[in-house]
């Protein structure tokens, strides 16, 4: 079975420094693994993807994240916040292709301090 | 913009009424999905659709349906509703639906009064 945990609700950062939002998954099969920012009253938007290419994954807006199968870990990194960064942030794992469901976690609010 | 398209953007109704949420995938794309966002539910996956075929169904209730239709639009009929429906309602879209990256549309936020 798929599962997300996200380890953190919330997150606050100071403008500049860096951030990690923290995901763990569970997957019985190699698992596609997706992080998407929500912006106030906004659609999802997709930051990047793993996809068992590269186990570091470069995404938008400065955003990175590193599959580490050992630690069944998927964490969100940037190394400086910008205000515009304050969103819900979804940590999300499928089944790949030999399934279909997206299982999301229950998202991290990142706060950036001016 | 993802290309995925949903209207309306805001729906105000009664309870026990029945309402109808629509939405146009992004060009090319065969698979349709829909999502409830609420604050104590989450982020919670409805139901799936694979050109009209319905494909995988989640936690969506009996008083709610759904259909793909032969140009690929979805609607989502929300029937007998309840003050607890109300909730920000998603759809995506994606390739194959098996998977890949699912594009979202902004939603349609429901209000049940």
């Known amino acids: 079975a798929q599962s997300v945990t996200q380890l953190d609700s919330h997150v606050s950062v100071s403008e500049g420094t860096p951030v990690l939002l923290r995901c763990n998954y569970s997957s019985s099969y190699s698992p596609s693994l997706f992080w998407y920012v929500q912006h106030p009253n906004k659609g999802l938007q997709l930051l990047l993807k793993y996809t068992s290419a590269a186990t570091l994954v470069k995404g938008i807006n400065g955003f990175e994240a590193e599959f580490k199968k050992s630690e069944t870990s998927f964490h969100l990194t940037k190394p400086s916040a910008h205000m515009s960064d304050a969103a819900e942030y979804f940590c999300v794992v499928s089944e790949g292709n030999t399934g279909n469901q997206f299982y999301f976690g229950t998202g991290t609010s990142l706060t950036v301090i001016p | 913009d993802s290309g995925v398209t949903q209207t309306p953007k805001h729906l105000i109704t009664a309870t026990g009424q029945r309402v109808t949420l629509r939405c146009s995938p992004r060009s090319g794309d065969l698979s349709v999905y829909w999502y409830q966002q609420s604050l104590d539910q989450g982020l919670q996956f409805l139901i799936q659709y694979y050109n009209g075929e319905e494909r995988a169904k989640g936690n969506i209730l009996e008083r709610f349906s759904a259909q793909q239709f032969p140009d690929l639009h979805s609607e989502l009929n929300l029937s007998s509703l309840e003050l607890g429906d109300s909730a920000l309602y998603f759809c995506?879209?994606?390739?194959?639906?098996?998977?890949?990256?699912?594009?979202f549309g902004p939603g349609t936020r429901l209000l049940v009064l």
């Open positions: 995506a879209s994606s390739v194959t639906g098996l998977g890949e990256t699912q594009y």
